[in-house]
């Protein structure tokens, strides 16, 4: 099976780390659209809009599935996407809500989501468990993380500040939904920031759980073919994916 994996940037090689961990595939279409991120501060025609175009780009190779490994496109204009692919296309929120049932059982659990602008803004996460009837939800918008990670800045004064920014006045959730895609790459931070007592739920890992669910993976792949892409400085791209994903 050939996946295509699309991200606003290169924060969806966090995901891709997951698949290739999994040997779900034989081959992954890695594109970032490195010349317009970060998604996260913009509308959603805007992302939409970038999203199909990412899609045509996609329908260049013969893949099977499409995953928007971004949560802010998830979010946003999975819908758009569904409509206008050959293909199958799945995000990343839908499996996050899956993990997060899966993990937390107590509807009166404090559950914290964190993302960019646009996924709080848009309530993807939050308007499912509230049906779900979960009843102690807080969502918080941690844009600066994004840059910090960017930066490679994993620990530190610059992310302790950014986390007690954000969090310094939130009850302790025992449970937080990491709904982005750079965020996995501060879990550890966030976990000892919390004393290491708050369930982290990971958009890598709750995809590939969905997938497992939706898809026949009975045959599993030794090595995956990656082929990485960008909309600006792919250079770049490879360079990070070969510091994040040790290849
Ligand atoms: N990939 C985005 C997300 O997961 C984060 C970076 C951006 O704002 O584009 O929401």
Redesign the pocket.
Known sequence: MKVGVF???V??LTVVKSLLEHKLFEEIIYFGDTAR?????KDKNTVTRYSLEALEFFKNFEIDLLITA???VSAYSLNELKEAAPFDVVGVVEPGILALENTVEDKNANILII??KA?IKSRAYEKPLISNQYSNISACATGLF?PIVEEGLYEGEVLESAMHHYFKDLEHPDAIILG???FPLIEKAISNYFQGNTQLIHSGEAIVEYLEHHYDFSKKFEKTELKLFASENPEALRAVAKKWLDL
């Open positions: 991200d606003s940037g924060g969806g991120v970060p998604y996260g501060i971004c949560n802010t993302g960019t996924t994004v982005c895609t750079h």
